[in-house]
């Protein structure tokens, strides 16, 4: 068989690789970015005193259908849904397994399978970790895409672990230089209150209906409150009731100490009763973090997240209050200002010159490594010039050069490839000084 005959296989079509920076002039598809973020993530949730959980990337169908909804876009029309194939007597064959689309039920899943309440009154989690849907490839959408999320599961449902949560996201937002977003904020109600305001919908929606979309004809039916979402039917949507004019005592009390926590910590907010979430399990205060960034389009939601203090019940668990948030490391990676720093870069390169000093530069290179400075060298002997271009495309501060005069005398050049400057250094002086900056 001859060569072009060989199909290449490339990725699923709206799937992508994300790469090394030297892989891919794509920006926005560079794994030193996502790295980035993920170290960002990480040290926020190591001073707020998150811990991190991970939980299997396939679950139960029913999870997804219990704990989501049946009735969202997500489980109705975009999960990656399968029957274990397996002899009839393989344990598990034939069960309905799904790729998680999201994160938040599989985290509640394992809080009750775990006990977790048991442990302690208030869990606080964190995962980061890849998600899966199957999108049509809009701009910025991946069937296979990425997700940094938070919960708090257990007793409290003190409104200052949300602005603590705020605040926190805050932090992420100001280290990563994302600075054009604003933060949206509303009350969802609660089991009391809610479904008099979904009634009270009902009837201002109905003699509507027949100029409303098809979406909004089918929420009338199944998720009445999702119709305030509708990115159609804005003028009709703007003269219905608000949910903020008819919150029980409790709901509004809730809500006003939500806000003074947030004014007592100066984080700036504005009030969006058209913000919901659809499932019954949401209560109370619900947010987005929107960009008005030019790569994403218009006003685009960065992030959103909830109080969920109903779904550990729906899932068969004790019950428990719930908050939190998931934001998609696609978006934050387009939306990320400048030149992130790349931790891959070496510190040092290594220019031998000749047979005995790449012998020689090989132990060197083993000797700075192991004292915490990352380095590189070539395999192949070349001349200087050819070699010092490896040096410029690797980007290293720093080069060694080792030809045969410096190996008789015992001593290296080290220069500094942004300022020039050079130094001659012994072998000792070498380690000390790379190690030192
Ligand atoms: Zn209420
Ligand atoms: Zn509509």
Redesign the pocket.
Known sequence: MSKQQVKQIRTVKHTRDILPRDFTSDTSAQSHKFQYIESVAREAFRRYGFQEIRTPIFEYTELFARGVGEETDIVSKEMYTWRDLGANNTPGAGDSLTLRPENTAPVIRSYIQHQMWQQSDLAKLFYIGPQFRRERGQKGRFRQFYQIGVEIIGKSDNPAIEAEVIEMLDWILKELKILNTTLSINSVGCPKCRPQFNEMLKKEIEPRLVN??G??NHRYETNILR?LD?K??TEIVAQLPSIQDLLCEECRAHFAEFCRHLDKRKLKYQVDPKLVRGLDYYTRTAFEVLTTSDDLGSQNALLGGGRYDGLSESLGGPPSKGFGFALGLDRFVMSLPEEVSDPSIPKVFLAHLGKEAFEFSLILAGCLRKVGVSCAMDFEMRSLKNTMKLADRSKARYTIIIGEEELTKGRFVLRDMVTREQLELTEAELLEKLKAN
């Open positions: 409303m979309c979406d909004c119709v509708c159609r039917d």
